[in-house]
């Protein structure tokens, strides 16, 4: 099967040496191309900046900032089995970039912040959609309702949620625990292991459900 997997953070540039980012460090998505790589399938891995060496064997697609990353996504739609959209795109940008550095003395700047596109939502939308649709929700409370919101609202086929505060678990960690919300109400409790072995059940589930429909 062939996996379209967008994983790390986005930059969004507020002048040529700042940006708005986020915690992201890309392990987990890395970790899925690699699981997905290692069963036998195709990936393009669309990846934000990460200190993260590209796993062997994966079709790396670099980009920086949300915009770039929906085009990119868009442009690799071809073909596609199963998207897996990890990546912790910037939900605003600065409405503009200053073309000099910021000067501080010019004052505290106001920074005009505007939405980006939703890269999910949008891929959610798509009639016919012909490849089975995850997300991933970052939630820091109300893990279930909050993930069914997105389920819903981003027409995904699966929402996998992890609690970002919980104690040495997700951003920069080797480690997580997930839950799978399904459309049919039902879930699937991935309790805590190594991102690598995570990784590798999920593949398998979405395999699973990829044949299944
Ligand atoms: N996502 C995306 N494009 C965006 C923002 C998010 O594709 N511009 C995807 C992420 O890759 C992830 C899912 O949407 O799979 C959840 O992102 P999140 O930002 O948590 O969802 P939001 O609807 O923006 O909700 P929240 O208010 O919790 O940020």
Same mark, same amino acid.
């Given at each position: 099967m062939k996996f379209l997997i967008t994983a790390g953070p986005t930059r969004e540039p507020i002048d040529p040496? @700042?940006?708005? &980012?986020? @915690? &992201? &460090? /890309?392990?987990? /998505?890395?970790?899925? #191309? $690699?699981?997905?790589?290692?069963? =036998? +399938?195709?990936?393009?891995?669309? &990846? =934000?900046?990460? !200190?993260?060496?590209?796993? !062997? /064997? #994966? $079709?790396?697609? @670099?980009?920086?900032? #949300? *915009?770039?990353?929906? *085009? %990119?996504? +868009?442009? +690799?739609? %071809? /073909?596609v089995d199963i998207a897996v959209l990890c990546a912790a795109v910037a939900d605003f940008k600065p409405a503009s970039c200053a073309p000099r550095k910021i000067k501080k003395r010019d004052g505290v700047p106001t920074i005009k912040l505007v939405p980006t596109r939703d890269i999910l939502a949008s891929l959610g939308a798509l009639r016919p959609k012909k490849f089975l649709l995850a997300g991933f929700a970052a939630e820091t409370g109300d893990l279930e309702k909050n993930a069914r919101e997105k389920l819903e609202k981003k027409q995904c086929d699966a929402v996998i949620a992890n609690d970002v505060l919980a104690p040495g678990l997700g951003f920069e960690s080797d480690e997580n625990a997930l839950t799978i919300f399904l459309p049919d109400q039902s879930s699937r409790v991935l309790p805590r292991a190594s991102k690598h072995d995570l990784a590798n059940a999920l593949v398998k589930i979405l395999c699973g459900m990829q044949q299944k429909s």
């Open positions: 040496v @700042r940006y708005i &980012s986020n @915690r &992201s &460090s /890309g392990k987990m /998505g890395y970790a899925i #191309a $690699q699981a997905a790589l290692e069963a =036998g +399938h195709e990936v393009v891995l669309v &990846s =934000g900046p990460v !200190a993260l060496n590209a796993p !062997a /064997g #994966a $079709q790396l697609v @670099r980009v920086t900032t #949300a *915009d770039e990353m929906y *085009d %990119a996504v +868009h442009a +690799h739609l %071809a /073909g």
